[in-house]
């Protein structure tokens, strides 16, 4: 059996956790075409005094073992990528790009990993992609290694950048610092055109800034997940 759940959807986790029903959105990261089984990127996040739902869900699914259930439904979501470069939108428009230009931050990454590894590994696939993802710190970076892997392919470009550091205290850090900004995006992204498709998938507070500079820069295909 295959999931069938192509990359830019996601489905929904439905837990009850100390009597209350909870829920939330997961984007799976494999192949569509997996039989049996679909994977997802779970960050585990620690517990916070004053707080008591901060980390409630991750540390639930954290906790569960190979044979318990969950409630899971979809797939939900208004693009899936039919791969070439084409997205089904909102299930009844077909638009097809030469350029996906991702921003991402945190575990903002995970709806685009799925897209990501389903361009670089279908080698007749000549979509271009390019990702700007930030993050506080280093360790907050998900699944660094595998994304500096894909960018030794000349389809896709990576630019990973920090907020809470400095080139001070990571002399080493082989990529740049700082917040996204306007001078980023122009310098990263191609030239905007009817060609580009911008993603754009982090904390509330990013996605309003991303989207501002994108359509300031006059993309003219921008999407929020």
């Known amino acids: 059996m295959l999931s069938g759940i ?24 494999s ?17 916070v005094e004053g707080d008591p739902k901060a980390g409630v869900f991750s540390r639930h699914l954290d906790s569960k073992d190979v044979g318990d259930h969950l409630l899971i439904s979809g797939p939900y979501g208004a693009m899936a990528y039919q791969g ?9 428009e077909l638009k097809t790009f030469k350029h996906v230009a991702m921003i991402a ?9 799925q897209l990501i590894r389903s361009v670089i590994r279908n080698k007749s696939d000549p979509t271009r992609v390019s990702l700007i ?10 699944c660094r290694e595998e994304l500096e892997d894909y960018a030794a392919d000349e389809k ?25 900004g306007v001078d980023k995006v122009k310098e990263f992204f191609p030239e905007p055109s009817e060609d580009v498709l911008v993603l754009i998938c982090g904390p509330k ?12 820069l006059k993309y003219p295909n921008v999407h929020v997940y």
């Open 205 to 216: 507070g990013m996605n309003a800034t991303a989207k501002s500079i994108c359509e300031e």
């Open 133 to 142: 993802y930030t993050n506080k710190t280093p360790d907050d970076v998900v």
């Open 156 to 180: 896709f470009r990576l630019l990973l950048t920090l907020t809470r550091v400095d080139r001070g205290q990571l002399p080493d850090w082989p990529h740049t610092f700082g917040r996204i």
């Open 84 to 92: 070439n470069g084409t997205f089904l939108i909102r299930d009844k």
């Open 31 to 47: 192949d569509p075409k997996a039989k049996g089984h679909f994977e997802i990127v779970l960050k585990i996040y620690p517990s």
């Open 105 to 113: 931050g945190g575990t903002g990454i995970t709806p685009k990993l």
């Open 6 to 29: 192509l990359p830019g959807k996601h489905v929904k986790i439905n837990a009850n956790i100390n009597g209350q029903n909870l829920m939330r959105f997961y984007s799976p990261v």
